[in-house]
């Protein structure tokens, strides 16, 4: 038969383990992409022309931030950085970008706080009004 000092231990362990988990805060879910475009070849060997990077903060359906950046070999003109976002393969909402007349090898486009529908958040870079490429993430409750 074990002693009721054992008993005790293990049931206040036990409470110590299940208390934490009960009132744990929300997990975060960050998520990062890249999505390249176009092809260079440097010595031989065939590298993107540039990359896209898509960076989401946040847990659940609401945001903290969503940033856009890109990176180019060469220089890029009338460029700009949308976000979309689709629920049941429907759009519901776009947030266009500025276009940045200069040209950049890198730039960057930052939104703030947002809540989201559960679908696809994406990010998608233009040059001259044509659609470099695009990344999406998955937004799960």
């Known amino acids: 038969m074990r002693s009721r000092t054992a008993m005790a231990a293990l049931a206040m362990a036990s409470a110590g383990i299940a208390l934490p988990l009960a009132f744990t805060s929300p997990a975060y879910a960050d998520a990062s992409g890249a999505s390249p475009w176009g092809e260079q070849s440097a010595g031989g060997v065939t590298i993107p022309a540039g ?37 049941n393969g429907k759009r519901y909402k776009t947030s266009k970008g500025a276009t940045h007349d200069s040209c950049s090898r890198t730039g960057v486009r930052t939104i703030g706080k947002a809540t989201l529908k559960k679908g696809l958040a994406c990010a998608v870079i233009y040059s001259h009004g044509r659609k470099l490429t695009e990344q999406c993430h998955q937004i799960t409750k």
């Open 51 to 87: 990359v896209l990077g898509h960076d989401i903060s946040g847990s659940g359906l609401k945001i903290n931030y969503e940033k856009g950046t890109f990176r180019a070999i060469a220089c890029i003109s009338e460029w700009r950085i949308d976000f979309y976002y689709t629920s």
